[in-house]
């Protein structure tokens, strides 16, 4: 049957486009989040919508499942594996089909890097407003079907602000176009519901996308304080000044000596500072000087031990790509970083950051704070070592008090990265039995047989995937 399934895929797409041999799919047997791991029968690589629908099709015939896939930076295995299924790779189809200044619009398939479009949409004096650090590779796809954010996010908000229109493969071959090219579209925002279903839904295979202005100028500054307290307390004060920052990030001292380790990432971060700042100030000349002023008044009184401005466009970027290295240098510390992705309230920051140093010290493990700060998203780095059972159970345990803590606060288990497998066992502390009924009750709707992307999000629908944690992963905090 498998090598029926293989010779059938080929025939829809060619032999050039199915990957079915042992050794290339370990490239694929997991995304980002490395823990949880699946065996693949097949990796397909379509060009067109029309290939996309014949494979989902014919999968739905076969009872084979589907998982979708762009780049595979998401960290929290969504487009891990289950075994034995499909997974339909975006990586051919990155053509961005238009791009429409006067309209602020762009149609692109859902493999273009979050990246490559706004640097199409520059010389048009727009941006993609959404910017995760994963941007250079990770998929507008991907993208949308995480709900990413991104440092932006703060001034531009999540993907979903900015996607107007999908064209989706339903899970049985189907296509269906959502949204369109205008705001306010009659009847019910499936758009919206598409938007961050962490591919639960259809396969998306072309977006109408919102561009948003490039400000005419921008600022950098670099904040040190002497204390998280004292960081985070500044960054509520800004918000609360009325300033409104694009990206208000917070590195932490940990993150900080990392990044500067590095030979690649060093960014001239003050080694001394407890917690630092990024804070980029736009607009107008005139109001971006107004807001640097008022900024640097601001940290100044919650005790900042040095403010520096990135210079030029190119100290400018330094500074940013030390911060958005983050990750990339972290993986120096231990072979494997575990990424949260918890959201607070700004105000509960102070409280749940020392939180992650009292975990750190209790499981004996390095946490690495750096983070989202003017969206209260938490992103605490667990390093561990995965070839050691019990470094990994601590560090996944340590990962669930620190979630658990930022829902007490009000917050969420996760603020950009998704639920995918990972969270799995943590929805149940946000959503009530009749919400999580409502949840697969709507995925029943659309995708009946549960054929894509099982096992993910949604907790009930677990035992419909064989997508497997390479370790256990822990439900509760103890
Ligand atoms: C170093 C690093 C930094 C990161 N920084 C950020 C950040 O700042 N902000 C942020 O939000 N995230 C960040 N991420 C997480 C990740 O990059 C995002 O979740 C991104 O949106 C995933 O895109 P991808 O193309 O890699 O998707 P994948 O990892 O391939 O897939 C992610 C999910 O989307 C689904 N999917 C993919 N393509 C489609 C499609 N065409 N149709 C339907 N479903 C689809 C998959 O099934 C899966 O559930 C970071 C990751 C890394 C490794």
Known sequence: MSDRLVAALSAIVGPDAVVADRASLTTYESDAFGLVRGDARAVVLPRSTDEVS?????????HVPVVPRGAGTGLSGGAAPVDGGVIVETARMKRILSIDAAARLAVVQPGVANAVLSAAARPHGLVFGPD???????????????NA????????????????????????????????????MPGYDLVGLFVGSEGLLGVTTALTVRLSPLAPETRTLLVAFPSLVAGCEAVGDLI????????LEALDRGTIATIEASAEYAAGYPLDAELALLVDLDGTAVEVERAVAEASRICRARGATEIREGADESSRRKLWKGRKSAFGAMGRLRGDVYVLDG???????????????????????????VFHAGDGNLHPNISFDGRDPDMTRR??????????????????????????????????????????????A???????????????????????????????LVGEPR
């Open 149 to 184: 954010g991104g440092p932006h996010a703060l001034k531009h908000g999540l993907t979903t602000q900015h996607v107007l229109g999908l064209e989706v493969v339903l899970a049985n071959g189907e296509v269906v176009n959502l949204g369109g090219a205008v705001d306010g």
């Open 395 to 440: 560090a996944l345990a340590a990962g669930a008090e620190i979630l658990r803590a930022c829902v007490d606060a009000g917050g969420s288990i996760t603020g950009e990265h998704g639920v995918g497998v990972e969270k799995l066992s943590f929805m149940h502390w946000m959503f009530g039995e009749r919400e999580l009924a409502e949840m697969e």
């Open 240 to 247: 609360e000044a009325g300033l409104e920052p694009s990206a």
């Open 343 to 369: 959201t607070v309230p700004r105000s509960a920051l102070p409280r749940v950051l020392a939180f992650t140093v009292d975990v750190a010290a209790r499981y004996g493990l390095t946490i690495c704070n």
């Open 442 to 472: 709507l995925k029943r709707l659309v995708d009946p047989s549960l054929s894509l992307n099982p096992g993910k999000l949604i907790p009930s629908t677990k035992g419909c995937a064989e997508a497997k944690g390479k370790h256990d």
């Open 132 to 146: 995760p650090s994963s941007g250079a590779v990770c998929t507008l796809g991907g993208n949308a079907a995480e």
């Open 54 to 62: 014949r494979v989902v099709a014919l999968c739905h015939r076969e």
